[in-house]
Structures are given as C-alpha cells and as structure tokens.
C-alpha cells in the first residue's frame, strides 16, 4: 500500500504503461509487454507471451483506441518524450526554458540538451542497459567524468569529457557494461574493455534516436 502510494505521489508506475497506451515500446526494447517473448513456466517449461499491445487494466483489451484531439496529439508526444528520458514535468518543462535561448531553432536545442545530460549518454554508450538504470549508475556514485565522480543525472556534458567506471571501486559494474553489445552513436567514442567512453562532440538532431515529434512537444509548452 505504502509503495502504491509513493509511486502515484511521484508520478511513477509501470515503466511500460505508456508503451501498452501507444501499442508500441518507446525504447525498442523486446521485453516490452507490447511484443511477445520467451517466458519460462513454473514447470521449467518455456511459453510465448502474448503481446499486451493495448491499454492496462480490465477494460484495456476490448478499448477502441480514440481519435486524438489537437491538443491530445500534442499532450501525448510530450508525454513520450518525457517517458524516453525518465524526466518528471518540472524538469522536461525546466529544459525547455533553457532551449528557448541562444542561436538555433529550440526544438533542436532541447533535443541535444535532452542527450547531452549525463544520464542519457551512459544510457547511449551501453554503460547502462536502460535509462533506470542508467540513473542508478549515476545515483549510487559509480561513474566518474574526466577521472572525477559525478552524481547528478542532469549533468551537461561537453564535446571532449571522458566518462568511465571504475574497473577496481565497481567490478561487477564494469563486467556488465563489458557484456553490453548495444550500438554506440557516432558522437561518443567508447573502450568497451576500459569501461570509458569519450565525448566526440555535440550530436546532430537527426541522429538522436528518440520516435517523438519534436516540433508537437514544442507547440505545446508554447501554447
């Protein structure tokens, strides 16, 4: 009861809700309950799962999904692009603000700005397998930014910081991000075996990897 509680006071319930809502995984990953997959049995035998593409909760199979208004198709791309990154309101709304300003259209700014936090490039480098745990990386002080540790997961990196894990302070840190064979953007330059990743440069807009529609994300913070 007390869990419950505490995920509906911070806005957090199943990662995969959103993804069971739009009938697709919003990270491409294939343990998402929107794709049928392997499952073992109480027995020891094995089963395929089937795909739960469609809303949770009783009525989530029969629901006919509804023509969005204008505002929901807005609504709904910010709600995506805040889930991708694991960002609450405040924060998604906070970035936004700072995008507004300098040279560049903002839509572009937010996106690089979304990437460039240090939480989302551990995630893109395969230190982390998921941005949950990506985070936890970061929070329980494991990973270090040019030799030094860094605990905050809005951190911005800059074009040419290293970021690595200690092989002797988190050895089995570093043996899982070793056997992570996730495909590394062209902006960041990763050791597999060192556990370090350097930070080419700024990524362009095309090639962060996220399914929103940006420009919506943007005509709804400037309605």
């Known amino acids: 009861m007390a869990e419950a509680a505490a995920k509906k006071s911070t806005g957090k319930g199943a990662k995969h809700t959103l993804c069971r809502r739009i009938g697709q995984c919003i990270w491409g990953m294939a ?3 929107t794709n049928s997959r392997t499952v073992k049995k109480t027995d020891g035998r094995e089963d395929t799962s089937t795909p739960r593409a469609y809303p949770a909760g ?8 509804s023509k969005l208004s204008t505002y929901g198709e807005l609504l709904l791309e910010k709600q995506k692009l805040k889930t991708f990154y694991d960002l609450t309101e405040h924060q998604l709304r906070f970035i936004y603000q700072q995008s507004k300003f300098g040279e560049g259209t903002t839509g572009d700014k937010l996106i690089r700005n979304l990437e460039m936090r240090l939480v989302s490039i551990v995630f893109r480098s395969g230190l ?3 941005i949950w745990a990506a985070k936890q990386l970061v929070s329980h002080r494991h990973v270090l930014i040019d030799g030094k540790i860094v605990d905050r997961a809005s951190y911005r990196l800059k074009a040419g910081q290293v970021l690595s894990i200690n092989a002797q302070r988190s050895p089995v840190i570093c043996e899982i991000a070793k ?3 996730a495909v590394v953007p062209d902006y960041l330059q990763k050791d ?6 350097i ?5 362009l ?3 962060i990897k996220v399914d929103v529609n940006i420009m919506k994300v943007i005509e709804f913070y400037a309605r």
């Open 179 to 181: 056997g992570n064979d």
């Open 205 to 207: 807009p095309e090639e």
């Open 31 to 33: 343990n998402c309950p």
């Open 128 to 130: 982390a397998k998921t």
């Open 199 to 203: 930070v080419a440069r700024e990524p």
């Open 192 to 197: 597999q075996e060192a556990c370090k990743v």
């Open 58 to 65: 009783q009525h989530g199979p029969n629901k006919r999904r």
